[in-house]
């Protein structure tokens, strides 16, 4: 065997190629030290970015769970993701390969992408965009779209990325959450050959919205969209005005000050709005992309996540463009027009490094191996897999498939609420497929039982951690109280972190993430809260009572399972069933459409009223129910 290709036991070893290249070279080591002298660290890392004013203090703890770092600190995200590239010679450098499904491409370096953002960021000013307010973006994956980001992050405005492939009911509630004034969309986009209906959507959502007094919108497909007098305008148009200088002055920004909020699902309720910083935040995602993915200035970088999500938000936009990296983003479906497509790109842009969850491996694993064979991938040095867990199948199929035995697979735990990655090998970390290996540098973690005492090695135990770190999310947007209860308040006497997940140790102190232990569904890595699909379901004028729970699937890691209980009168059929469906999906997005809708007569509930869920699940899956003591009947 080979040495590149050593397997010891159940380890795989990194190739000595890529050992020899490392940046770090002695995880043990720095790990020790960043976690003994926490701010000394993460001091260390920010004097690699550029400040307007020094901190004058790394972590402030006085009001504690409401963290606060590099407080005194003056900076902007896009100082870094952009300005400081434009004084070397990266800006000449490739920023942005951009793929259009059709097959158009655009390239862009960062001196373009400085044109383009400084611009657009003028007609922001132009259209009375304030430093503070949030801009709703609401797009398909194309340019504009991190163009847009970086736009508001220019001016100080805060964004809320909506994912494009949400619907009116979810856009509109996140418009209302964020008071936005201002949204920004496209006409449409390419998927699977076919034109998607932003625009019309986002008209809906306009007609739910009174906040919304703008509405920029970006010509991808040239499909005839309706557009309103006084509030719509075309991208284009506004861009080629005078108004919109290619010279933008960068705001100065506080650390702490916001960049953006972005919306996830929680247990309970709507979607909460977390909210990162300009400086933590960049700081974090910075570190941690260069460290894990040992970023070298050759690299072409391809995150292939929707920029829509956190994913995107850290690896494929900020964390990539404060490195220096040239980002590829792609706007259609993996499989389109052929298997072959991701693949192909890899080989056309020779692309180091992928980055993508579990579902896309196995959706693209069942087409067979002939898809890639047919392509040189050889450019690859790395893999990345985030979002789910990573089943063994799917990981040895990535390493032996795709990177051909000799690209070790980052398996990066992190969520929306952290920033960045907090679990992850280095290139230099041997793995064991299916685990996310060990805490990255400053992360201190535990996995713990209710008392919140550490579990022994292979017990299941409650995710934590233990100690801030720069990229936290600062609190749940307009609800403080929400953010101390969700995550501060069950392990509030040793001021950790709940993360929602369970989790495993071994004895090689390897960490093994088993999922989620809330209401939180993870279907193709996509996070959904069952409470936002029974709420769809129960919008449906013949239903009376919903719930909504997860079952494994083979390609999705999760299906979304619904028991329906409908109004008086009504009886259940086929038809029923397959219009509730689409009813779930029109309102909250094809993602949400739940896998099957069962009529039930009653569902099983707690005497305060809760839906036990995990009855159902127990149900479903023809397993003990487990303690009934709580049910009603
Ligand atoms: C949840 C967070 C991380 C950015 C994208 C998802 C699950 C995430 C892994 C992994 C096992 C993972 C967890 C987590 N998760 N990465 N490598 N192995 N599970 O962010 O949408 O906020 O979801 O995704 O359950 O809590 P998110």
Same mark, same amino acid.
Request: hydrophobic content about 35%; proline content about 6%; glycine content about 8%.
């Given at each position: ?19 020899? $290249? ?11 030290? #960043? +976690? %003994?002298?926490?701010? *000394?660290?993460? !001091? =260390? ?108 992050? $220019? ?11 949400? #619907? +009116? %009911?979810?856009?509109? *509630?996140?418009? !209302? =959450? ?456």
């Amino acid at each position: 065997m080979k040495a590149n290709k050593e397997v010891t036991g159940n380890l795989y070893h990194p190739p000595k190629s890529i050992v020899r $290249k490392a940046n770090v070279k002695d995880y043990d080591s720095m790990y020790k030290r #960043s +976690v %003994e002298d926490r701010e *000394g660290f993460w !001091a =260390d890392e920010a004097k690699k970015l550029k400040w307007y004013k020094k901190w004058t203090q790394v972590l402030d703890d006085s009001n504690k769970p409401f963290y606060k770092w590099f407080t005194g600190g003056k900076i902007n995200i896009v100082a870094n993701a952009i300005d400081r590239h434009l004084e070397t010679h990266r800006r000449n450098k490739v920023a942005m390969i951009w793929e259009g499904e059709p097959g158009d491409v655009k390239v862009m370096s960062y001196h373009a992408l400085n044109r383009e953002v400084s611009k657009f960021a003028n007609v922001l000013k132009s259209m009375g965009v304030k430093k503070g307010e949030i801009v709703t973006i609401y797009m398909p994956q194309i340019p504009e779209l991190p163009i847009a980001m970086l736009a508001c992050a $220019k001016i100080g405005a805060m964004h809320s990325v909506v994912y494009g492939g949400f #619907s +009116v %009911e979810a856009l509109a *509630g996140r418009i !209302a =959450d964020a008071n936005s004034r201002v949204l920004i969309t496209a006409d449409g986009g390419w998927r699977r050959g076919k034109i998607t209906d932003l625009k019309s959507i986002a008209n809906e959502a306009m007609d739910r919205s009174p906040t919304i007094e703008v509405c920029i919108t970006v010509k991808r497909t040239g499909q005839e969209v309706h557009m309103e007098n006084d509030r719509d305008f075309w991208y284009h148009d506004l861009q080629s005005l005078p108004i919109a200088s290619s010279k933008c002055k960068t705001e100065v920004m506080d650390a702490e000050d916001p960049l953006f909020i972005l919306f996830t699902s929680g247990t309970t309720g709507k979607p909460k709005g977390l909210v990162h910083t300009h400086g933590g935040y960049s700081v974090y995602t910075s570190t941690t992309h260069r460290y894990v993915f040992d970023i070298k200035d050759e690299d072409r970088w391809w995150c292939a996540a929707d920029p829509g999500w956190i994913t995107g938000h850290s690896y494929l936009v900020y964390g990539p463009l404060i490195n220096g990296s040239t980002i590829i983003l792609y706007e259609g479906a993996p499989n389109h027009p052929y298997p072959n497509r991701w693949w192909s790109m890899i080989e056309k842009y020779g692309i180091t490094i992928l980055y993508t969850s579990p579902t896309a491996i196995r959706g693209l694993m069942r087409f067979g191996e002939q898809w890639p064979k047919r392509h040189d991938l050889s450019s690859l040095r790395l893999l990345g897999s985030v979002g789910e867990p990573i089943n063994p199948e799917a990981w040895r199929w990535y390493h032996e498939v795709i990177g051909n035995s000799e690209c070790p697979i980052m398996d990066t735990w992190w969520q929306t609420e952290t920033g960045g990655m907090m679990i992850a090998p280095l290139p230099i970390t041997p793995l064991k497929p299916g685990s996310a290996t060990k805490p990255l540098f400053g992360v201190e973690v535990g996995i713990v039982d209710e008392d919140g005492k550490e579990v022994k090695p292979g017990e299941e135990g409650k995710l934590v951690i233990k100690a801030p770190w720069p990229g936290m999310a600062r609190t749940v947007f307009g609800d403080p109280d929400r953010y101390v209860e969700t995550y501060w308040k069950e392990y509030e006497k040793q001021g950790w972190y709940k993360a929602g997940d369970s989790a495993r140790i071994d004895e090689d102190g390897y960490i093994w993430i088993i999922g989620r232990i809330d209401d939180v569904i993870k279907v193709s890595g996509y996070r959904l809260g069952t409470a936002e699909v029974e709420s769809a379901l129960v919008s449906h004028p013949d239903v009376s009572e919903a719930a909504a729970i997860a079952l494994p699937h083979e390609v999705k890691g999760n299906a979304i399972h619904t028991y329906v209980i409908l109004k008086a009168g009504v009886t259940g059929d086929k038809k029923l069933e397959e219009d509730l469906r689409k009813h779930v999906s029109e309102e909250m997005g094809p993602i949400a459409r739940p896998d099957s809708v069962t009529f039930a007569e009653s569902l099983p509930k707690t005497r305060s009223g809760k839906i036990m869920r995990r009855v159902l699940k127990a149900r479903a899956l023809g397993m003990d129910e487990g303690d009934l003591s709580t049910l009603e009947d």
